[in-house]
């Protein structure tokens, strides 16, 4: 497994402002990974972020809205840009092992946006 | 593409237990299937994962879980649940050559003294 960490880990914010979330993990990993959590709700993917290369974002999911860095293997970050109440949610990174088929999970960013 | 269902969005039992935790699955692909489990405030942590092999598979905390293909099932269990195992329980699955993971709508485990 990796060990993975976020910053910040809980952040209000206002409306019309970004915030970008960092991950770290603590080994070098293929493929990283961004997920959302709505309030009560399941993980939906936003985008796999891909080193050297823009990210590939899922339907639904933009780049202007969510950029995505990944300057080397063992960090990212994720923008949520110009905020509303609505990306009020848990975002997540998760790494991919090197054997390929297991997700491990970071601790979550909770964001609250008024 | 592939889609899993959890059947229990929210269960309770007592103390000393059993419980089953129930997830379908639906895939046109080889799957991976992955049981997570979320405790208040916290992140997603891996419980145990079926990649190939014994379709019984064990996990952390005492639970396991059962590979069902015919059926497309792979259902959580636990002989004897405690009041620390209360938390949101999510099944997963991705295809076997991608990582995307799909989840299911989680199931609220909730344990009475």
């Known amino acids: 497994s990796a060990v993975i960490s976020q910053k910040p880990s809980r952040d209000i914010c206002q409306r019309g402002t970004s915030l970008t979330i960092q991950c770290q993990v603590d080994?070098?990993?293929?493929?990283m990974f961004w997920y959302r959590q709505q309030p009560g709700q399941s993980l939906t993917l936003i985008a796999t972020?891909?080193?050297?290369?823009?990210?590939?974002?899922e339907s639904g999911f933009v780049i202007d809205k969510f950029p995505i860095s990944r300057p080397n293997l063992t960090f990212s970050t994720l923008t949520v840009s110009n905020m509303s109440p609505e990306d009020s949610s848990i975002y997540l990174c998760?790494?991919?092992?090197?054997?390929?088929?297991?997700?491990?999970f970071g601790p979550g960013t909770r964001l609250l946006v008024l | 593409a592939q889609s899993v269902t959890q059947l229990d969005s929210q269960v309770p039992v007592f103390e000393e237990a059993p419980v089953e935790l129930r997830c379908n699955y639906s895939?046109?692909?080889?799957?991976?299937l992955f049981w997570y489990v979320q405790y208040p405030n916290q992140g997603l942590q891996l419980l145990l994962k079926?990649?190939?092999?014994?379709?019984l598979v064990k996990g952390i905390n005492g639970f396991e879980a059962e590979f069902n293909k015919s059926q497309t099932s792979f259902h959580l269990r636990k002989p004897s649940v405690h009041i620390s195992d209360t938390a949101e329980y999510f099944c997963?699955?991705?295809?076997?050559?991608?990582?995307?993971?799909?989840f299911g709508q989680g199931t609220i485990l909730t344990v009475h003294p």
């Open positions: 998760s790494v991919e092992t090197l054997a390929g088929e297991t997700q491990y």
């Open positions: 079926y990649l190939s092999g014994s379709t």
């Open positions: 080994s070098q990993v293929t493929m």
């Open positions: 895939s046109s692909v080889s799957v991976y």
């Open positions: 997963a699955v991705t295809g076997t050559s991608y990582g995307k993971l799909t």
């Open positions: 972020a891909n080193q050297g290369s823009e990210a590939t974002y």
